[in-house]
């Protein structure tokens, strides 16, 4: 007996000495939250969370803006160079001054390393956990690691893609690639249950929130 | 089947419910709750981390549990799909493995602990490398694999800050969350002083002084690691899709830097759909950390072309689980997200702490999953101590994201322990002889006059031991007041008299 075949006939025993009957879940929670995908009610209630949890929010009405304030983040940062992947727009960086490394051809984790920081798009963001997810097939967004490797993510995330609950953000995403939730920057709660932030992943966090004020 | 020996200890047949192996000690400590605690209880710098620690994680819970309006309904929602899981498994599990293999990944199986550190070992040394980086996984700590990979000769490194610490001192967990519960900020700069070789001799206890420590010591590491392991927090079975939950960024880099994965999973770990994702990441970071969300989640399913590992292993493991499976009941055990809530609300956990329970499975819910997982081998196991270490109160169920009815459970335990009583002991003796001497009148009043010797023992007005069958057990976790100079029924008789 294969240890598969072994582990499977273990489990259906079990399973039918315990009882074998699927229950009806339960689905009484909301999966639609406080606030409209999108409006100015949840753009403000993202912008609280966020702040909560230490990342740094900079708010502009239009796509148009993006770029100063990146540029703005990245100047008082002290960053000279930025990794972009390879569908980030360009407009979101024309005022730029720091140098950028496309991610294309891959960098290598060293030569990551030794750039300043990164900046991403976000596939949504979720207001209620001031959270944003990054889609690594996302071509403003980009593989895993240069998001992580940099000490320093700035992230733009547009109104559109701000949406209330947790519930609503999962029906959005695709989990086929590789998905990063993110919740303000790398912290530890190991020291007695206090949280600290700046660990292993980016120290510094960034985001750039753009629509209605 | 399974068949009874008689002493507690089954046999194992083909294909049929099996307890967990345990290697190397980690789900069956060495001594019973009782004596563990004792010891425990004495140590007041323990119960002063504990304290402090626990009481701020439970204020934190609070907060943010109070602000989700449809919180009862998540948790009626996230028992229900893991009910529906346990009705399911097995097809479930077929499911995972047909959706991970058609993504890339390889999908390995386990009967015990034994076969998925073999498996692990062997995976490791077929790449080459005699170094891995590792996430924090209570599977693996289950299983004992660093134990077993260095025995290989590979050496793992753990680099979940509060693993670190764990590790550094050559300390076993006590918290499914912060395995370093236990110590404070100044014992944690002082191992770090001792065990990180190129430590800054200035490093202060500040808790982020201590963080930026661990980042410089791992750093070099993630970046040149060329093996991950890790354990996962929800496996889906229609997508593929594993999920890593996380704080640090630790996790995002094993899981991402390095060109193989091997991740190790309880069979146990796995939800129906992609959607059910939507109960657990709302209900676990605020039961866990007390966040409305932990920093990072990671997903992925199978492997990408071009980003993180490009082979991916995949483990599912019995060890046990099958055991508890059959438990009608005794299955909403394996129900558990392993969020920590109830240990720390447990009054009994506050003050003991994870070691006593002497499996790395502590706390109420430990208590109830550690014993079924092993099976209760006879009356002196020390898993059949651990179902009493709790006074019932029911803080935990209230805790629980999950509502696991933990008070059952330990009543159900409790129930199994006596069931192991397949011969009597000392207490048995006891009872037997206590019951003798109820029995009649006259034996009683024998007795009672015999208690008064008891007098002599109790100088403080208490009784703590007395000599006979059985009463060193009674008096392990006792003690009694010292019995009046007059019984009743002699001050009854005299009361008469006058």
Known sequence: MTARDEVLARLRAARDAGGATPPDVPRGYRRTGAFAPGSAEVVARLDETLTDYRATVHRVADEDDVSEAVARVLEEAGATTFVAPPGLPARWVAAVTARVRPDEPPLSVAELDRVDAVVTGAAVAIADTGTFVLDALAPDQGRRAISLVPDHHVCVVRADAVVSSVPEALARLDPDGPLTFVSGPSATSDIELDRVEGVHGPRRLDVVLVGPM | ?498
């Open chain 2, 1 to 498: 089947m399974t068949t009874d020996l008689g002493n507690g200890r089954m046999t194992t047949d083909l294909g049929m419910p099996t307890v967990a192996s345990d290697p190397h000690h980690h789900l069956r400590g060495t001594e019973p709750f009782p004596v563990a605690a004792h010891r425990a209880l004495a140590d007041t710098q323990l119960r002063q981390n504990l304290g402090h620690a626990t009481r701020t994680i439970r204020a934190k819970r609070a907060g943010v549990v109070g602000e989700v309006d449809d919180w009862e309904e998540l948790r009626r929602a996230g028992e229900g799909v893991k009910a529906d899981v346990m009705a399911r498994l097995p097809e479930l599990l077929e499911q995972l493995e047909a959706s991970v293999t058609a993504r890339g990944g390889v999908v390995h199986w386990a009967r015990d602990a034994e076969e998925a550190n073999r498996i692990v070992v062997d995976l490791v040394r077929e790449t080459g490398s005699d170094e891995v980086v590792k996430v924090k996984s209570m599977a693996t700590q289950e299983t004992g694999l660093n134990e077993a990979l260095g025995a290989a000769g590979i050496a793992a490194l753990e680099t979940d800050l509060a693993e670190l610490i764990v590790q550094l001192s050559d300390d076993t967990p006590s918290h499914f969350l912060v395995p370093a519960i236990h110590r404070n900020r100044s014992e944690i700069r002082d191992i770090f002083l001792r065990e990180m070789p190129d430590v800054d001799p200035a490093l202060t206890d500040e808790p982020r002084r201590l963080a930026m420590a661990a980042r410089t010591h791992l750093r070099r590491k993630f970046l040149s690691a060329t093996v991950g392991i890790s354990g996962v927090n929800f496996a889906v079975a229609d997508t593929g899709t594993i999920s890593v939950v996380e704080s640090e960024g630790n996790g995002r880099m094993c899981l991402t830097l390095p060109d193989t994965l091997i991740t190790v999973m309880g069979v146990e770990k796995i939800v129906p759909t992609w959607s059910d994702l939507e109960v657990f990441l709302q209900l676990l970071p605020r039961s866990s950390t007390g966040e409305r969300m932990n920093p990072y989640t990671s997903t992925w399913s199978g492997v990408t072309p071009g980003d993180g590992p490009q082979a991916f292993h995949l483990v599912l493991m019995d060890n046990g689980r099958s055991n508890v499976l059959a438990s009608p009941d005794g299955r909403q055990a394996l129900h558990c997200i392993r969020c920590s809530a109830c240990l720390n609300v447990c009054p009994v956990y506050e003050r003991t702490g994870g070691h006593a329970y002497g499996s790395i499975y502590p706390g109420p819910i430990g208590a109830v999953l550690s014993p079924q997982l092993t099976g209760i081998d006879g009356p002196d196991d020390v898993n059949a101590s651990l179902p009493y270490a709790s006074s019932l109160c029911g803080a935990c169920f209230d805790a629980c994201p999950v509502r696991i009815d933990i008070p059952h459970l330990l009543v159900q335990q409790r129930a199994a322990a006596v069931e192991a009583h397949g011969r009597p002991t000392a207490q048995d003796v006891a009872m037997r002889a206590a019951a003798t001497a109820m029995a009649s009148p006259r034996r009683f009043s024998l007795a009672e006059r015999a208690l008064r010797l008891g007098r002599l023992l109790g100088r403080s007005g208490r009784i703590r031991s007395v000599p006979g069958p059985g009463a060193s057990a009674w008096f392990g976790a006792r003690d009694m007041p010292a019995p009046p100079t007059e019984t009743f029924r002699e001050w009854w008789a005299r009361r008469d008299r006058t």
